[in-house]
C-alpha cells in the first residue's frame, strides 16, 4: 500500500517559509518543526519545508533554474486573496482569468516558488 505523507519544499530558511505558507492558508506550523524542517499539517498529508544549503530559487517562467512544482490553492474569489497573498510577501508573475471571473493567478512566494490561486466555475463552496 502505497500512503502520500508528505509534499516537501526545499528553501534557505524553513521557519520563514513555513510561517508563509501558514498565513497563506490559515493552518499552524507543527510545534516540532525546526531549522531544519518545518511542516504545517493537512490531515494525513503534510507539507513541509527541508533547509538546503547553496539554495537556488527556480526562475519560472525562465528554464535557467525551471520550476519543480507549484501549488494550487482555489479561492473563491480573487481580489481579497490576492491582496491578502501579497501583503504576506508573494508577488503576482501572471494573471489569466477571464472575462466570467474564472481562470488563476500565478504567483511566486518570497522565495521564488511559483503557486496559484485558481477560480473554477465548478468548484462549490459550503
Known amino acids: 500500500m502505497l500512503k502520500l505523507t508528505d509534499f516537501i519544499i526545499d528553501c534557505p530558511d524553513t521557519m520563514k517559509l ?3 505558507y501558514a498565513e497563506v492558508t490559515g493552518r499552524a506550523p507543527k510545534e516540532d ?5 518545518a511542516g504545517i499539517p493537512f ?3 503534510e507539507l513541509a519545508f527541508q533547509r538546503v544549503e547553496d539554495y537556488v530559487p527556480p526562475t519560472w517562467p525562465s528554464n535557467e533554474h525551471p520550476k519543480q512544482y507549484h501549488l494550487d490553492f482555489e479561492v473563491d474569489e480573487f481580489e481579497p486573496e490576492q491582496r491578502r497573498v501579497i501583503d504576506l510577501g508573494a508577488t503576482l508573475q501572471q494573471n489569466f482569468i477571464n472575462a466570467e471571473g474564472y481562470g488563476w493567478q500565478v504567483y511566486t512566494d518570497p522565495i521564488g516558488h511559483p503557486f496559484c490561486l485558481c477560480r473554477n466555475s465548478w468548484a ?3
Open 124 to 126: 462549490v463552496w459550503p
Open 33 to 37: 518543526s525546526t531549522e531544519l524542517w
Open 43 to 45: 490531515g494525513e498529508v
Open 18 to 20: 513555513a510561517a508563509f
